[in-house]
Nanobody
């Protein structure tokens, strides 16, 4: 069992930046960040392979968000720049059961509790 703890969320003005961190209690494989707003399904934002050599970003955040990881610290990051009000959501870190990058929610078996990001206009 791996526990994931997110941090770094908060309130920011449009155009601002935040960096989310996800600390894992043990070794993890491919990792992902998802987000969810009330009444909608949780959707993938970004994903990264076990080595960090492959990354994926959803079209809605491409060019603004960057996912990275430090396996020595069992930590994954999501750097979010040029934030927009539509980025407002609860952000969740998740650990996959595979080494390779994946953006399918069903491939993720461990989930954090989430951290809220609110972007004001």
């Amino acid at each position: 069992q791996v526990q994931l703890v997110e941090s770094g969320g908060g309130l920011v003005q449009a155009g601002g930046s935040l960096r989310l961190s996800c600390a894992a209690s043990g070794r993890t494989y491919a990792m992902g960040w998802f987000r969810q707003v009330p009444g909608k399904e949780r959707s993938v934002v970004a994903a990264i392979s076990w080595t960090g050599g492959s990354t994926y970003c959803a079209d809605s955040v491409k060019g603004r968000f960057t996912i990275s990881r430090d396996n020595a610290k069992n930590t994954v990051y999501l750097q979010m720049n040029n934030l927009k009000p539509e980025d407002t959501a609860a952000y969740y870190c998740a650990a996959s059961k595979y080494y390779s990058i994946t953006y399918y929610k069903s491939d993720y078996i461990y989930w954090g509790q989430g951290t809220q990001v609110t972007v004001s206009s």
